[in-house]
């Protein structure tokens, strides 16, 4: 797979004809888009069944904890929307996890989906866990839930840069992980407490890199694009060679 097709790209905009905009200008130079439950709320699917339409890759972000009949529900709408990826939170349990695969595996291509999990909230510190009764330091926390989401059946995880290599090491290669909270070396943090460099996170072992704002309020989308895929290309090229 190309470093290309392993950008993703956020579109937390406001309006769908905000993310089109952007989207537009990224089309052929990324891999796919994100769309959160902010756009989502507003706008509703349409913006991420436009852009399937148009031939595009979509990563439904709406992180879905509910009962698993609702979630197998939700899973199975967004097989039917055509989107690669969709996501549920791993605190929803085994069986949630077990029913948001079966939901996705009912879809017409009967195999996407990809369900991802979210384990712990990169929000959330030790002292937000121990509130919640949650045992253990997060790390802890996000290697067990990651484990359980692979026993559940799902494809693999969302994860920070500073989580891959424990979720790699303990999940093996064949596990999804794809990884936002990325700035190139050039960009500002913006609200991004703990940020990894493209490279960085190639290297970690990531599978793809979910990039918004050092991408979409650039003054040239693209061109930021083509910057961070330079840079995967080069820790890729430099992993191979190692
Ligand atoms: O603009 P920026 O690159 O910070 O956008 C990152 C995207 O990834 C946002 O859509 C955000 O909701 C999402 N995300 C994140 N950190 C997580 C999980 C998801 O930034 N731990």
Known sequence: MSAREKLIV??????????????????????????????????????????????????????????????????????????????????????????????????????????????????????????????????????????????AGLDGVVASGREISAIRRVCGPGFVIVTPGIRPMTSSSNDQARTTTPAAAIAAGADYLVVGRPITAAPDPAAAAAIIVREMEEAATSLRAS
């Open 10 to 151: 956020a579109l937390d905009f406001a309006t769908a004809d905000a993310g089109m905009k952007t989207a537009e200008k990224l089309f052929g130079r990324v891999g796919m888009f994100k769309v959160g439950s902010e756009l989502f709320t507003r706008a509703g699917p349409s913006l991420g069944r436009d852009l399937i339409a148009r031939g595009q890759q979509v990563f439904l972000d709406l992180k879905f904890h509910d009962i698993p009949s609702t979630v197998r529900g939700a899973c199975r709408q967004a097989a039917e929307m055509g989107v690669r990826m969709v996501n549920v939170h791993a605190s929803g349990g085994r069986k949630m996890m077990e029913a948001a695969a079966e939901g996705a595996r009912q879809g017409p291509s009967g195999r996407l989906p990809w369900v991802l999990a979210v384990t712990v909230l990169t929000s959330l510190g030790p002292e937000d866990l121990g509130e919640l009764g949650v045992l253990g330091t997060p790390e802890e926390v996000v290697v067990r839930w990651a484990r359980l989401a692979q026993a």
